[in-house]
């Protein structure tokens, strides 16, 4: 098993959409991350009715991995709903300034 097969795997186990209130809609969007040294981390979208709130699944595996390594890094990325990506797709803005900031290496950091 290749591993974007093994991300698509552990993604998919997440895959439950569920109403966690009457106003909060969950796991309906998954995702992996595998950071850099090749451990995978899952994570789901929170979406509310508010709409400013909501916490894409491609932020939340970032965020599984940051809290259960320090690591920063992202190797590689896959988020999708119901079915595998056959043609690819991107991580909307918040992602992917969020996965941009993350990622830059904490020692040229000035305060």
Same mark, same amino acid.
């Given at each position: 098993?290749?591993?974007?097969?093994?991300?698509?795997?552990?993604?998919?186990?997440?895959?439950?959409?569920?109403?966690?209130?009457?106003?909060?809609?969950?796991?309906?969007?998954?995702?992996?991350?595998?950071?850099?040294?090749?451990?995978?981390?899952?994570?789901?979208?929170?979406?509310?009715?508010?709409?400013?709130?909501?916490? +894409?699944? *491609?932020?939340?595996?970032? /965020? %599984?991995?940051?809290?259960? =390594?320090? !690591?920063?890094?992202?190797?590689?990325?896959?988020?999708?709903?119901?079915?595998?990506?056959?043609?690819?797709?991107?991580?909307?803005?918040? +992602?992917? *300034?969020?996965?941009?900031? /993350? %990622?830059?290496?904490?020692? =040229?950091? !000035?305060?």
């Amino acid at each position: 098993m290749d591993k974007w097969e093994e991300m698509y795997n552990k993604a998919k186990k997440e895959y439950h959409r569920e109403y966690v209130s009457p106003f909060i809609l969950a796991h309906h969007v998954v995702a992996a991350v595998e950071s850099e040294d090749g451990k995978i981390f899952t994570g789901f979208c929170i979406e509310s009715a508010s709409g400013v709130m909501n916490l +894409c699944a *491609e932020r939340v595996a970032a /965020l %599984n991995m940051y809290i259960n =390594t320090g !690591k920063t890094k992202i190797k590689k990325l896959i988020a999708f709903r119901d079915n595998p990506p056959h043609n690819g797709g991107m991580p909307c803005g918040a +992602c992917r *300034e969020f996965l941009m900031q /993350l %990622n830059r290496n904490k020692r =040229t950091w !000035k305060y």
